[in-house]
């Protein structure tokens, strides 16, 4: 059990809340605030309700901002704040996207933000094969969001586990009433992308209470390779093979006049491969661009039902909400590549007419077919991801005094995935078929494969008939469920001579759980070949499931008011106890001091402990044994660290010792420290301008990470650690190495965000001017290596496969309106990093985005608006280190020039 940091702030939080009188003044004080009509909210990154600014740093983003630049997804409106680094997209068939979309903030990943709805958990993604560690996105519609709420800071202490690189609250409409419908159509200028959005929101008061109904769908096409220049052609190379085939078999010198090279022999497209005459030698030349087709941007298809339900009682308010959504998306890749080789796979080609025209089997070990096999069609992989959620509040005023309040939720959710691979192929029905359907000298029972066998030739294109038999499809299934239950108090204890010490309290159960479900065809062993089932390769599912307990306590303190050089000075002080049904427990703080000198003006700081639980996936994942050899430093030397006590006799007998691979539950949690500074500057001097500036510094420790079996024993003989997964028989020999993901490193990132607004009234019409600025002034990663020494590389300005690290990222905005009229600019700046490719420095430009848009209000309900993104069509910059699609999807948008329409209605 590693040590968890225990502060002082627990023992300050516990002594304040010794005072247990509640003042009349505190009450009286609350309820003429309520009178004057003053709002007193909890704003993200506390509990505690209050008004102004507090010492963590939150952005908000209003319907407007979310809208700016006509984004019909949440994902796609968040993902370009400059806080928010290389995020899961739509972009690209590679990669580990899957139609998710996901919430980088700081770039310390997915799993490190925190992601709310109205300050409660959402239910983990799912719909890869496998389910995710982080929330999708893409399951929240935007038409129920009101606002979003990005806290960037620490916040364990207050929100549990996760929250070390930030929060994400997003907030649905409330109490609304009237109908807003909005309906969307956008495309490329390469006449590609088309999008189609359709919203709805209703909602009217009945009696006291409030019904609201939301409906949303939304349909986005996709772009291939072809169609971006980027894109058209890989600049790794071409891949070895053609559709007609390569073929290599030691038997053929006996029956070709020509020297056979080592990439074998080949045909010429539409050249008769009965023939023998039509083969020829194959040369280098002989290679296809595999991804041709592929997609540069991938199609989705979302629609989602939410409804919402405020009852008001005599003491209480009941809130109910529900929600469907549903999401289709796919990827497609080449033709099946083809799988077939003799020796270790054992495959092979009968000589019989109806599958071989050259007279002599292709059976020996330097047999090989490399082709892509046209006939059997497009791989596509298909998502289908349902998201059930199910929600209960309470919430009212304690009998105590206008101050007291109380709210409670409980929320039950569960996403669920079928992944279907489309136009794989079964390798035991394409062995089979290639054996002419002969199922002499087969040890296994291949009936149910006999059956309808159809012989297979590769030496033509594949028939209709043989393309039936031999074509597969998989159907993977996973879920992630949730169940949450929070209480939480808050209120004033007493009144301080500066104002109230108020104190938020609660506590929250929660139980996570994650099904993966391999297709069972595709995980079988294979009975005709010796390699594998099918063209997917197998894997192992999951099974698993954690629950935990935790409570936690909150005060913000005044210390000063309408002092000399204080107009305001406090203290914000919380802690967090949680206890897991995997790993234990560990109490996790946090610290801030708000400090305004003058009015308008004030300096913040927060210190903040947190953790990352160990998610289901890197606990649960299903395990397998399997073979490879090892050196037991131990073996010769028994005096290292991670050898002491090892019978004296010990010397390795077999090289090849067992390892499980899988998941790991001796995992502990990544612990994390956060520091930030501020200023804020809304002067009284100046209207509607807001100036803010943060700068953080966050360390992450027992970061989770792979390490490989002869690593993890050359780090347990050197440095005694990790030693854990290392089983031992009493005689010194390794029974198993647990080879899964183990706490190892830590990674440290440090920067500064600006964000300045400023509004302005003129004859000519209002003016909104935004600037926010992230800058990245350090992110080192801490590497360890397996004689314990410790590799430390700083990525600020670096770029490498699928993520990005400029020192800058920024963005501009504008708006003028004027009666019916507004007009939007939009700027998004990414700047500059280097890339490292076969050892050489290579430069990755400055891009920046342009985007504008025209609206007019044709009545006091009905708004159009046209906006063009990305005016000046500006392509991702080319990078050698993403290979195949020829640059970072994760970072840089390759749509190009988009166009769109939209028509909305408010009454």
């Known amino acids: ?26 009450q009286q004080a609350a309820g003429a605030e309520a009178e004057n009509g003053t709002e007193i909210i909890a704003v993200t990154g506390s509990r505690i309700k209050r008004q102004g600014d507090t010492p963590s740093p939150v952005q908000e983003l209003d319907l407007d901002a979310l809208n700016q630049t006509g984004s019909v997804s949440l994902g796609e409106a968040l993902q370009e704040l400059p806080s928010v680094g290389a995020s899961l997209n739509s972009n690209g068939s590679a990669g580990t996207s899957h139609g998710s979309s996901s919430m980088n903030l700081r770039n310390l990943g997915e799993n490190r933000s925190l992601v709310l709805v109205n300050g409660h958990r959402w239910v983990n993604g799912a719909g890869t094969r496998g389910f995710r560690d982080f929330v999708d996105l893409n399951t929240i519609p935007q038409a129920i969001v009101k606002r979003v709420e990005v806290l960037q800071d620490g916040a364990t202490a207050i929100y549990g586990a996760d929250a070390i690189a930030g929060v994400v609250n997003i907030y649905t409409h409330n109490d609304f009433v009237g109908t807003s419908a909005k309906a969307y159509y956008g495309q490329s200028s390469e006449g590609d992308r088309e999008t189609v959005n359709l919203d709805l929101l209703f909602g009217r008061d009945i009696g006291d209470s409030n019904l609201m109904v939301a409906a949303s769908y939304s349909d986005q096409q996709p772009i291939y390779t072809q169609d971006r220049d980027i894109t058209a052609v890989p600049l790794n190379g071409l891949s070895v093979g053609t559709p007609q085939g390569l073929f290599r078999e030691s038997n053929l010198s006996s029956v070709l006049d020509f020297s056979i090279p080592s990439a074998g022999i080949t045909r010429d497209p539409g050249a008769n491969g009965d023939n023998l005459a039509s083969w020829r030698a194959a040369t280098g030349d002989d290679q296809f661009n595999r991804y041709y087709n592929n997609y540069v941007v991938g199609p989705s298809q979302r629609f989602a039902l939410y409804a919402q339900a405020l009852v008001p009682f005599d003491n209480l308010n009941l809130r109910i909400e529900a929600l469907y959504n549903s999401r289709e998306s796919d990827q497609q890749f080449s033709s099946v590549l083809s799988a077939v080789r003799g020796g270790s796979r054992g495959f092979v080609i009968a000589d019989d007419p109806r599958v071989n025209p050259f007279g002599v089997e292709f059976s020996g070990s330097d047999f090989r077919h490399t082709a892509f096999i046209e006939e059997n069609g497009y791989r596509v992989n298909e998502q289908q991801v349902e998201t059930t959620r199910l929600g209960v509040g309470l919430d009212g005023e304690l009998p105590i005094g206008d101050g007291w309040s109380w ?11 079928t992944f279907t691979s489309n136009n794989q192929m079964h390798l035991d029905k394409l062995a ?7 199922t002499s000298g087969l040890g296994a029972d291949v009936s149910d494969l006999a059956a309808g066998c159809v012989p297979v030739n590769l030496f033509q294109p594949l028939t209709q008939d043989m393309v039936n038999y031999v074509n597969f499809t998989g159907r993977d299934e996973n879920e992630a469920s949730q169940v949450d239950f929070t209480f939480n108090l808050t209120g004033s204890l007493f009144e301080l001579p500066a104002g109230e010490l108020a104190m938020a309290a609660g506590i929250e159960y929660r139980k996570e759980r994650g099904l993966d479900t391999p297709d069972n065809i595709i995980n079988s062993a294979p009975r005709v070949n010796t390699y594998q089932t099918t063209s997917s390769a197998p894997r192992t599912g999951t099974d698993g499931e954690y629950d935990l307990k935790e409570a936690y306590v909150e005060l913000s303190i005044p210390l ?3 002092a000399p050089l204080a107009h305001r000075l406090e203290m914000s002080l919380a802690t967090r106890f949680s206890d897991y049904s995997t790993f234990g427990s560990t109490t996790n703080s946090k610290a801030g001091v708000l400090y305004s000198p003058v009015e308008g003006l004030s300096l913040r700081a927060t210190w903040a402990e947190g953790f990352r639980a160990p998610s289901i996936l890197e606990l649960f994942e299903g395990q397998r044994q399997s073979f490879a050899p090892v050196i037991d430093p131990c073996s010769t030397n028994k005096s290292l660290p991670g050898c002491v006590g090892l019978p004296a006799g010990y010397t390795q007998g077999e090289s090849n010792v067992q390892l499980t691979t899988g998941g790991n539950r001796l995992l502990q949690p990544e612990t994390s420290e956060n520091l930030s500074f501020g200023v804020v500057f809304i002067p009284t001097f100046i209207d509607d301008f807001s100036l803010t500036l943060d ?11 792979t390490f490989g079996a002869q690593n993890l024993l050359d780090l347990c003989a050197s440095q005694a650690r990790n030693c854990e997964v290392i089983s031992r028989a009493s005689s010194g020999e390794i029974d198993n190495i647990l080879d899964g993901p183990v706490n190892l490193n830590s990674t440290k990132t440090a920067g500064m965000d600006l964000m300045m607004r400023y509004g302005l009234e003129t004859e000519q019409g209002e003016w909104d001017f935004s600037l926010n600025l992230s800058k990245l002034r350090e992110f080192e990663t801490s590497t360890t290596l397996s004689d314990g020494t410790v590799q430390v590389e700083d990525k600020v300005g670096n770029a490498y496969l699928r993520e990005a690290f400029p020192e800058w ?12 009229w507004a007009v939007n600019y939009n700027l998004r700046h990414i700047g500059d990093s280097t890339e490292t490719f076969q050892d050489e420095a290579r430069h990755i430009g400055t891009v920046v985005y342009h985007n504008a848009s025209v609206s007019y209000d044709i009545d006091d309900a009905m708004r159009v608006k046209f906006g063009i993104n990305n005016l000046a069509d500006k392509q991702p910059p080319i990078s050698l ?12 948008n390759p749509v190009g020039r988009f166009f769109y329409l939209q028509l909305s209605y408010d009454m």
């Open 1 to 26: 059990m590693p040590r968890f940091r225990q502060s002082l702030v627990v023992l300050s939080v516990s002594a304040a809340c010794m005072g247990t009188s509640l003042s009349a003044t505190a």
């Open 407 to 417: 709210d409670s939720f409980l929320s039950w959710a569960k996403n669920s995935g």
């Open 432 to 438: 089979l078929g290639l054996r002419a359907c002969d």
């Open 560 to 562: 000063l008011d309408e």
């Open 695 to 705: 700068w953080y510094d966050i360390e992450i420790d027992n970061t989770i990470s």
């Open 809 to 820: 990222r920024g963005s501009f905005s504008s708006k003028w309106q004027q009666g019916p």
């Open 881 to 892: 280190t993403n290979p195949n699609i020829n640059f970072d999807q994760n970072t840089y």
